[in-house]
């Protein structure tokens, strides 16, 4: 797949017989006829590696309560995903029951609105992201989401574009504003700064004017720079704990940090925070947290940030990228029946952006 190496380039559009034909028509066909039917789809039935990903037909789910009925477009692949169908996923026991459909983050068209579903109408773009509670869905053709974790899709981005942002973007915009706040002349360090999360976490620092340093390897250094960062280190060759000092936050994307190796780089009243919720950094951020608490604020302090399937923060962004100030970093787009070669390469940890599956053309 071809890499993309500037934020405004458009992803490579990659059209299958799936993708058009056989389920625009079935869609069709089903919402006449007022049937759930059927629709293609990416599912588990066991953990394991990713000869366990199927690729078939599963039923087309009915909006509950609250919910719409989401034709979809385009779908993200986050870590979450392959962590899920290895196992491993930390909240895996809220997804009980297989067959499980994979995928958290779409975007696509709204077709039908469940009972007490005021929000969206059908024919509405809106991208957004599956509630903790969903068992995700995101790798179909159809899914139903909770109105209040959408937002209304740009118009001046494309269903790629839009399904890449949810999980990455909100993760970064929890970390940098609810938990971090982030504000204008705040200083603030990006581990994994050329990823997912990295580069949403850059653009919407800057966004509100903060002092944001990049954390990559060489390779990465002036892709990471034309992103907005101020500064950018090479992990391969330099430690920036060594080189920097008084930063009020330590964002680590990839998780492989901790507050005691990131102490002396961050200010008196610093945070360091991971996406990685393991037993291991909770517990690290719950005594931090009671150590500050204790010290009146005046202490540093480790914090885990959980993505929020929030339609509000969703809209924030979706403001940001209609202005042009934030923009998805697409590394490659994967047909959906593709996924396999898709979920390899986010478990590598070397794209540079995010990966996209295109559902429909």
């Known amino acids: 797949m071809q890499t993309m190496d500037c934020i405004d ?12 034909a056989g389920a625009g028509a079935r869609a069709v066909h089903n919402r006449r006829e007022g049937l759930a039917g059927s629709m293609r789809a990416v599912f588990i039935n066991r953990y394991g590696g990713v000869e366990v990903l199927e690729h078939a037909d599963q039923p087309q789910p009915v909006p509950k309560s609250g919910q719409v009925l989401v034709e979809v477009h385009a779908a993200s692949v986050n870590p979450r995903d392959w962590l899920l169908r290895e196992g491993r996923y930390v909240f895996r026991h809220l997804m009980r029951g297989f067959p499980l459909i994979l995928g958290s983050d779409v975007s696509g068209v709204v077709v039908q609105s469940g009972p007490g579903a005021t929000r969206f109408r059908p024919g509405d773009a809106v991208f957004g ?17 909770d109105e209040r974790a959408l937002a209304a899709k740009p118009a001046n981005i494309s269903h790629e574009e839009a399904a890449a942002v949810p999980c990455a973007a909100l993760t970064a915009w929890g970390a940098l504003f609810r938990i971090g706040r982030t504000t204008a002349g705040s200083r603030v360090v990006i581990i994994g700064a050329s990823g997912g999360v990295g580069t949403y976490a850059i653009q919407l620092a800057k966004a509100v004017g ?20 101020d500064r950018v280190i ?56 009671v150590l500050r608490m204790l010290r009146g604020g005046n202490a540093q302090s480790a914090h885990a940030v959980l993505v929020r399937a929030d339609g509000e923060d969703l809209s924030r962004i979706a403001s940001l990228m209609h202005e042009g100030k934030v923009r998805s970093v697409i590394d490659s787009v994967y047909p959906l029946s593709e996924v396999r070669a898709a979920n390899e390469r986010s478990r590598s940890w070397r794209s540079r952006g995010k990966l996209v599956l295109q559902v429909r053309g």
């Open 234 to 289: 090479d992990y391969e060759t330099e430690r920036f704990e060594t080189l920097l000092r008084s930063q009020d936050l330590v964002f680590d994307t990839i998780g492989r940090g901790s507050l005691k190796k990131c102490s002396a780089a961050l200010a008196r009243r610093g945070r360091y925070i991971t996406t990685i919720p393991s037993a291991k950094t909770l517990t690290q951020a719950f005594a931090s947290s």
């Open 9 to 20: 380039a458009r992803p490579r559009r990659i059209v299958t017989p799936m993708s058009v």
């Open 129 to 145: 992201m599956q509630t903790a509670f969903g068992r995700m869905g995101g790798y179909a053709e159809s899914i139903c989401l």
């Open 210 to 229: 903060a002092a944001v340093v990049g954390v990559t390897s060489a390779r990465n250094a002036s892709f990471v720079r034309s992103l907005g960062a």
